[in-house]
């Protein structure tokens, strides 16, 4: 866990508590089902328990905590239901994305953009190689990110971040074997190259089949692992 958190004054501790809480949730550290114990999570933090109650309130319509009445707050426990309509939403505003991307790439709007993409491969290449999968990891959120940011969409993207949040356990699931991130790095090479060719359509084409292999990477996966549980 990280250290104490230091802040000014109450709001900006609560923030730092929710922000917090998030990643311990998001990096399960906190587990789905777990209730969230303000005086455990207080002393780790130091900071109040109504400063820890207040970030826990205030992550309630996050999609990551339930508060229940009588019991107490615990991380949301998603079902495979929610888990594909999450994907199917991701699908579609990051296909949208894509598709805007290339467009604005073609019009000579994102300059940087064939070039950044480039580098992130490269690295999401070397991180395969070595099987440094929390690296390839973080270089998949990059990637995808560089994409939200050149179709140049803000209340897309505000969207796409709040999905993103509540879906980093499955997406990790979906990329904790060498196969799947070979699979990965291969698609979103597709996606680079229509995007940096300009073609639109083929560029949320690319995108779409990559969240639904993405899904079913993860359904693969958590099957797997209800046999051997």
């Not at 820890?52 to 107490?72: F, P």
């Not at 940011?149 to 499955?170: C, G, Q, S, T, W």
């Amino acid at each position: 866990m990280k250290a104490r958190l230091i802040g000014v004054g109450r709001a900006t501790l609560a923030q730092e508590a929710r922000a917090e809480i998030e990643r311990m949730i998001t990096e399960g550290e906190l587990k789905a089902g777990e209730k969230l114990n303000e005086l455990d999570l207080s002393i780790v933090m130091g900071v109040s328990r109504g400063t820890v109650r207040e970030a826990i309130r205030s992550l309630a319509g996050s999609g990551l905590v339930d508060l229940i009445a009588n019991r107490g707050a615990f991380v949301h426990e998603t079902t495979l239901a929610e888990v594909q309509n999450l994907y199917e939403l991701r699908g579609a505003i990051f296909a949208m994305a894509c598709g805007a991307a290339a467009r604005r790439f073609a019009a000579g709007e994102e300059r940087g953009l064939a070039e950044a993409l480039s580098r992130n491969i490269e690295k999401m290449d070397a991180a395969r190689e070595t099987d440094d999968q929390s690296t390839y990891y973080a270089l998949n959120i990059e990637f995808h990110d560089l994409l939200m940011a050149a179709a140049d969409n803000p209340k897309a993207k505000a969207v796409y971040d709040n999905i993103k949040r509540e879906m980093h356990l499955f997406r990790r699931k979906g990329l904790s074997l060498a196969s799947n991130i070979a699979r990965s790095l291969d698609e979103h090479r597709v996606i680079a190259d229509a995007v940096t060719a300009g073609d639109e359509a083929a560029a949320r084409d690319a995108a779409n089949e990559h969240i639904r292999r993405g899904f079913d990477r993860y359904m693969t996966i958590a099957a797997r692992d209800r046999q051997t549980g």
